[in-house]
């Protein structure tokens, strides 16, 4: 799932093994504006740019195990998506996850042999610079997220362990600061930014929230309902910094579908 402006993206994998992303407004997710169909592709992941107002697809093509990445614009006068051709990425034999910072730059988290590497590249695909981790003993990579004063937080799991890990670093690849989480890991564990101070929360549905300013200061752990933390699992959370407002799909066993939830955290 991603965001850009007014509308949701979804990336499906439908029955017969093809890929499409079906398009909502955000306003009326009843109705299906548009589905964009990805022949030949196993997508892996996706993320929006709203600044240039794109898509990027992460995904392989055929048996190669090196993965490309796909832009995908609207044409201004026909408001039409523009499927351009996949670029490679540099040196690496697995990507793992990717966002797109303020300013527009996409961020990719991959892995190499028995190094680890985020990478920041323009719109264009060029290299801007790379910053290797060899010694970030990583068993569990959970996500790469931008923050707005440039630098990039890793969250993880290390190894050995079973708390979530986040780590951030500067552009020069020096370490600014860390925390671990209290939880434990669970398959429906997610960290992401919470406002556009920086914040960031930790979230494990049967256990609640952790809430952390953008120096990793705890400022709170927040439960969740009951009939939240009981029956909700959760699929997928982003933060939108155009709106300053989270996105999240979960699924909700008692109506047996997934349900769609956008909140921001205020302060009081």
């Known amino acids: 799932m991603t965001t850009l402006k007014d509308e949701i993206f979804l990336l499906y994998k439908q029955r017969d093994g093809h890929y499409v992303i079906k398009v909502y407004n955000r306003d009326n997710m009843k109705e299906m504006k548009e589905v964009i169909a990805l022949p030949g592709t196993d997508a892996q992941c996706m993320t929006g740019c709203n600044v240039s107002n794109c898509?990027?697809?992460?995904?392989?093509?055929?048996?190669?195990?090196?993965?490309?990445?796909?832009?995908?614009?609207?044409?201004?006068?026909?408001?039409?998506?523009?499927?351009?051709?996949?670029?490679?990425?540099?040196?690496?034999?697995?990507?793992?996850?990717?966002?797109v910072s303020t300013n527009g730059s996409l961020v990719i988290f991959s892995h190499y042999i028995h190094s680890y590497a985020?990478?920041?590249?323009?719109?264009?695909?060029?290299?801007?610079?790379?910053?290797?981790?060899?010694?970030?003993?990583?068993?569990?990579?959970?996500?790469?997220?931008?923050?707005?004063?440039?630098?990039?937080?890793?969250?993880?799991?290390?190894?050995?362990?079973?708390?979530?890990?986040?780590?951030?670093?500067?552009?020069?690849?020096?370490?600014?600061?860390?925390?671990?989480?209290?939880?434990e890991i669970s398959r429906d564990t997610c960290v992401s930014l919470a406002d556009e101070n920086d914040r960031m929360i930790i979230v494990r549905p049967f256990e609640g929230i952790e809430l952390l300013?953008?120096?990793?200061?705890l400022l709170g752990v927040y439960s969740l309902p009951n009939d939240q933390g009981k029956s909700y699992q959760h699929i997928d959370l982003r933060y939108d910094c155009n709106r300053n407002e989270i996105v999240r799909i979960h699924y909700d066993p008692s109506i047996r579908t997934n349900v769609l939830t956008i909140f921001r955290f205020t302060d009081e």
């Open 213 to 217: 300013d953008s120096e990793f200061n």
């Open 118 to 183: 985020v990478s920041v590249y323009n719109a264009d695909g060029i290299l801007q610079h790379e910053t290797v981790f060899p010694e970030v003993d990583i068993s569990m990579h959970l996500d790469v997220i931008p923050k707005s004063n440039g630098n990039v937080v890793l969250t993880y799991i290390g190894s050995p362990g079973i708390h979530p890990r986040l780590l951030e670093f500067d552009a020069s690849g020096s370490v600014v600061r860390q925390f671990m989480s209290s939880f």
């Open 55 to 99: 898509l990027y697809i992460c995904h392989r093509q055929g048996d190669s195990c090196r993965l490309k990445v796909l832009r995908i614009s609207r044409d201004a006068a026909e408001q039409k998506f523009n499927i351009s051709p996949s670029w490679k990425t540099e040196h690496r034999r697995s990507m793992y996850k990717m966002a």
